[in-house]
């Protein structure tokens, strides 16, 4: 997917006020000069580290992770945590943020809307946290084939944008509204009416078609200037609009294409370099030049061939089954249809059911949890604990801590360093979230609201009292006749 070229766009537009060298040299597509514009806080004493070294901890994490070293993007994330762990909203938020992306460059998309979405839910973010945030769910939900949702991701992220100081941010909704646009009007396309993935997709998930247009148009139409504009930008509308000419049936547009694939990678160059390819290919069927399209998955290397079957990547195994049925080869051709379909069924069930919307109906169980993603492995057993004991009212930090074989200290801080409360917090919170959802099901059974409160745990009626308001901001007798 061409989700790190939108990172590197919203890295770089975050920190254009704080950290100006990093911004430019990351809007410029050069992540390993940016790297080294804030590398020296990996030689800083942790008792020296400012409010600026924490946001440069956070932008080495993300050059790294552009660069494809997702372990020392782990870590600089978690040092960068560690550093504000005193501060409750900003450590939740950075949490959600850099989880959110990590888990986007593993095409986790269940799990990385439900971080990005519980920044856009978070009232203590900013307009530029949330911005960044819809921009991350449009890009999942895109992938997901769950294209309105996606739109509407970035309606509201325009929105929001609109009245922000950083012009940039409308500049980059109004590149990702006209990928979008490209991607989907190449893969919806008569000639590649037999990928069932995107077909299927477009009848269900997506505005009609004069509707749609009137959507790509509001979101690319901006009076917002950033002069010079960043070369990220530039070269991705010109990618787009060689794309676009090649679907058309343009061959002359394949070359300059074709050079950008094998020589133009900014990021993470083996899974970029496969991405365009399949790009490529993909446009290539759309205009009828099956030759090209041939020609160009014929050049993947062995590396590039690897990643192609790795988890969610369908349009690849499209790509290559259509290449056996055009080379004759049908035999081939339906085993690899049959893997497409596998894979594209397999992500559906396993993904898109859990994504959820930017602003979710109430409902508990989460097959698939950001909360415990963000936790470290051997935490996670602790979380998973307490979710399967929140009945309990004597279920207590002393014996999740037990549980895992760790003190409560160490229990308190890794949680509170890796998703902004501790253990306590947590049980308190997701016994309230469990309340509020079953006075809003309806499927709720006839009983008091005290009989409610005590399935979950809570015996108190201060406590549920105090505690709910806190939370919803409104009694549990408001959410019930509202």
Known sequence: MFSTIYFALCSGL????????????????????????????????????????????????????????????????????????????????????????????????????????????????????????????????????????????????????????????????????????????????????????????????????????DVTRRLAATTAILAPLPALITQRNDYLERLAALADGDRLAAAPLIAIAHHGHNFRSGIQGLLTKIDIALAAFAGGLDDVAEAVMGKLNRTETELGTRRCNFDYLYCVARIAARQGNPVQALKLYANYTAEALRCLRSEAPESGAIHPQPGRALAVDDLSARLPAKYRRAYRHIVENLERADLSTREVAAQIGVTERALQMTFKSSIGMTPGGLIRKLRLEGIRDELLSDARVNGSIVDTASRWGVKSRSVLAKGYRRQFHESPSETIYG
């Open 14 to 213: 975050a920190q254009r006020g704080t950290l100006p060298g990093y911004a430019a040299a990351i809007l410029d597509g050069a992540a390993e000069r940016a790297y080294c514009t804030v590398d020296e806080v990996l030689d800083s004493a942790a008792r020296k580290l400012g409010e600026v070294d924490v946001a440069r901890l956070v932008a080495a994490g993300d050059a790294s992770l552009l660069l494809g070293y997702d372990e020392d993007a782990e870590d600089l994330y978690r040092r960068a945590q560690k550093f504000t762990v005193n501060d409750n909203d900003r450590l939740r938020i950075m949490s959600c943020r850099n989880t959110g992306w990590q888990l986007m460059m593993r095409d986790r998309y269940a799990t990385t809307a439900k971080c990005f979405a519980r920044i856009v839910q978070d009232g203590a973010a900013t307009a530029g946290e949330r911005i960044e945030a819809l921009i991350g769910v449009a890009l999942v939900q895109h992938q997901l084939g769950l294209q309105r949702d996606a739109d509407n991701a970035l309606l509201e992220a325009a929105t929001l944008a609109d009245g922000h100081a950083e012009p940039g941010w409308r500049i980059v909704i109004g590149l990702l509204a006209r990928e979008f646009d490209v991607q989907l009007r190449i893969r919806t396309s008569t000639t590649l009416n037999d990928h069932a993935f995107w077909s299927s997709a477009q009848l269900v998930q997506t505005y009609a078609g004069n509707q749609r247009a």
